[in-house]
């Protein structure tokens, strides 16, 4: 099996006698970090027929990609929170996206 890491020689066409080397990378992402990159497409995909759900989502997902990767309790917490925000969005009745923020009155 070759290692996605190896440097290939890679010939030019347009002048054979020219190469030069090329490094492959390919990131592996965990199971939890795939999940997630599907939700962000589904949320993608949903909010496409709503018009300004998109940027939202966008700033959304943006916003929590500071949480570190070892953190994973949080992140399931946001994954299960975000799936049932996505069933809410795909509802046809579905007008716009509500958060949960403490006024300035509970603070």
């Not at 492959?24 to 962000?40: A, D, I």
């Not at 994954?79 to 925000?85: A, C, S, V």
């Amino acid at each position: 099996m070759k290692s996605w890491a190896a440097t290939d020689k890679v010939v030019n066409p347009a002048n054979t006698s020219v190469s030069f080397f090329v490094q492959h990378t390919m990131v592996r992402h965990s199971k939890l970090q795939k999940q997630v990159l599907s939700l962000y497409r589904q949320f993608l995909r949903a909010a496409q027929d709503k018009p300004g759900f998109i940027p939202r989502i966008r700033d959304e997902f943006r916003a929590n990609a500071a949480i570190k990767k070892n953190d994973v309790m949080h992140i399931e917490y946001l994954y299960r929170r975000g799936t049932r925000q996505l069933d809410l969005l795909k509802d046809v009745n579905t007008k716009q996206l509500g958060s949960f923020s403490k006024s300035k009155e509970d603070s």
